[in-house]
């Protein structure tokens, strides 16, 4: 779908029946799996834009007590759902000192992916955390089994991670295009569940 | 123009947006929806370089974030410029966006959408 144009370097625009446009957040910590599952959905070529936050150096260079500019790429891609809808999946760094890119972003987002490591659980503790301390977006674990990881049972990871009840916990291999069509679906139909249990 | 030539755009930004760190209108978003105006009327003389790329590359219909994308510079600076531009009348912002969380409709037009992929 989307009236591609070929050539390189040529944005390539939605169709023109689309007008309508959300978004999922993809975050994670670096090497997680982020931009794999965003290329393995997205209809165009990986896309990329610069953004300039400013943190606070507490956590980045103790010796520095003052505040820093920094640029921070955002890695997304877009796939058309329907005729009219264009899904966006912006890859988001998990780390403390990203929260300013992280909060503009999460306005009127569908919801979030995290991404996790079986590998390394320990560094999902901080992303879940500022997700619920300063969002409420619906979450939906993602479990990137990677060749080498140890293959923990999705209730495993769920009480190791200590999920808000009713968190849907998804595994598999995010390369393929069924995994990360499976991740959003889960993601989508969980955020749903809330709007209907909101209104109800 | 390279991405690792942002070094310096906290200076460029500024004077590119002629002073301003803000847009106009606060209700851009990345994921916003944007496509120039076709009514004929041509871009003022005045108007910069970027201004003539960003209509240019909106023929069609792109979100905030592809914009900023392709003309490589960061979303925030574009959406200055773009707010110029539709107040203007030279770009017309296509989806209102949701306050919070997306409406139930929306979701479920693209839970919808994403199973018939």
Known sequence: MGSAASEPGTARHLAPTVDRSVKVLVVGAFGVGKTTLIRAVSEIPMLSTEESITTASVGVDPRRGEKRTTTVAMDFGRVTVGSSTALYLFGTPGQRRFWDLWSGLADGAVGALVMVDTRDLAQSFEVLDQLEEHTRLPITVVVNEFPDSPRHGVDEVRAALDLPAGTPVVAGDVRGRTGAVEALTTLVAHALQRAEGVAA | ?117
Do not use: I, Q
Not at chain 2, 30 to 48: F, I, K, Q
Not at chain 2, 83 to 106: E, I, M, R
């Open chain 2, 1 to 117: 123009m390279r991405s690792d030539g942002y070094r310096d755009h906290p200076v460029r930004s500024y004077v590119l947006t002629g002073g301003r760190a803000h847009p106009t209108r606060n209700t851009l978003r990345p994921e916003t929806l944007l496509r120039a105006v076709d009514d004929g009327r041509e871009l003022p003389a005045s108007a910069g370089r970027h201004e003539r790329t960003l209509v240019r590359t909106c023929r069609g219909t792109l979100a905030l974030a592809e914009l900023a994308a392709h003309v490589h510079l960061p979303v925030s600076l574009v959406a200055v410029l773009v707010s110029d531009l539709v107040d203007g009348g030279y770009l017309a912002v296509l989806s209102t966006p949701a306050h919070d969380l997306p409406a139930k409709d929306l979701l479920e037009e693209v839970l919808d959408g994403l199973r018939r992929l």
